[in-house]
């Protein structure tokens, strides 16, 4: 079956753009998770949704950051005012409803390379 | 605050060596534990984890683990490696009633040499 999908797979954009990137979860998967892997810092969680929506943003780096996600399925992670620090790849997870313990799925990932 | 330590950044080991890997965590309430690989040019996929009851857990392709409390620790070990099981390995908390979000460890690079 599909597994998780995000477009674009590469994003290069200039330091000021905002940019926007999409994640496809597995269909019937209730929670949604963004995080951030870059060389500096590792994978950090960003935001999570559960349905349409967002107990925990508490990742989020700046408020230039923004996530949302509709009919319970796709979301998308919105950047404002791109900074290079914000070069990383940016890679969405799905996990089915029963638990917190449930397997997360991960995406293949955006790169984003902020010049 | 909760927080994952992988004490390899990187493990070199020949083919048919056994390897461990070191994962420690710190958290002042109940959690679970995991183990993720992510294969060169692959997206990150679980490996393993521990929720309860046994303390070692095993994977399908050789590899194990065992939830060491007193110790804080999950270390994964395996046998034999392959050449295929280069790859970087990170291990990861989530907290009982945290909606499930992975804390990670800084990753450690396997690499297999024949």
């Known amino acids: 079956g599909a597994g998780v999908s995000q477009s674009p797979s590469n994003k290069v954009t200039e330091k000021g753009k905002d940019v926007e990137l999409r994640c496809d979860p597995i269909s019937g998967h209730t929670a949604l998770y963004w995080y951030r892997q870059s060389l500096g810092q590792g994978l950090e969680f960003l935001i999570y949704?559960?349905?349409?929506?967002?107990?925990?943003k508490s990742g989020l780096p700046s408020d230039r950051f923004s996530a949302e996600r509709t009919g319970g399925s796709v979301s998308t992670l919105t950047i404002q005012r791109t900074q290079q620090e914000d070069s990383a790849v940016y890679l969405c997870a799905s996990s089915p409803p029963g638990g917190t313990y449930n397997e997360q799925f991960f995406g293949p990932g955006t790169r984003l390379t902020v010049l | 605050a909760q927080s994952v330590t992988q004490l390899d950044s990187q493990v070199p080991v020949f083919e048919e060596a056994p390897v461990e890997l070191r994962c420690n965590y710190s958290s002042s309430v109940s959690v679970y534990l995991f183990w993720y690989v992510q294969y060169p040019n692959q997206g990150l996929q679980l490996l393993l984890k521990?929720?309860?009851?046994?303390?070692l857990v095993e994977s399908i392709n050789g590899f194990e683990a065992e939830f060491n409390k007193s110790q804080t620790s999950f270390h994964l070990r395996k046998p034999s490696v392959h050449i295929s099981d280069t790859a970087e390995y990170f291990c990861a908390v989530t907290l009982y009633n945290q909606g499930g979000k992975l804390i990670f460890g800084q990753g450690t690079e396997l690499s297999v040499k024949p």
């Open positions: 949704f559960q349905g349409n929506s967002a107990p925990d």
């Open positions: 521990y929720l309860s009851g046994s303390t």
